[in-house]
């Protein structure tokens, strides 16, 4: 899977090593605990309806970028600190990806997950 970045007609690779967070425990620790990720990597949370969803920097040692989605579209972009982060925003879909990963992203762009 990878993570595609659709803007203005053109289309890009934000992540060529994508992880789904499925489960209620996968989703709860997220990227706590580890020491660092790929630079091609992304963490998707899927939920079932839109709504108004948080992130939180909690043992992660490393900053990231956040993007929240309804269906395809960007309604949110973060860099989220080490450690200390949080943010909220409405989505179904959550991509945490490393810091800068996401410097081309604006709200109202596509961002979808492609086999």
């Not at 630079?39 to 909690?58: I, K, N, Q």
Request: aromatic share 8%.
């Amino acid at each position: 899977m990878r993570l595609v970045h659709r803007q203005n007609g053109d289309q890009s690779t934000l992540a060529s090593n994508v992880e789904t967070a499925d489960s209620f425990l996968s989703q709860a620790r997220g990227l706590m605990f580890r020491g660092s990720v790929p630079d091609d990597y992304a963490l998707v949370f899927r939920f079932d309806d839109a709504d108004r969803h948080s992130l939180h920097m909690v043992f992660v040692p490393f900053d990231i970028d956040a993007l929240w989605l309804v269906g395809d579209e960007v309604t949110k972009k973060k860099r989220l600190s080490a450690w200390t982060g949080i943010g909220f925003g409405m989505a179904d879909t959550i991509v945490e990806l490393p810091a800068g990963a996401a410097d081309s992203v604006e709200p109202g762009d596509l961002v979808e997950v492609s086999e």
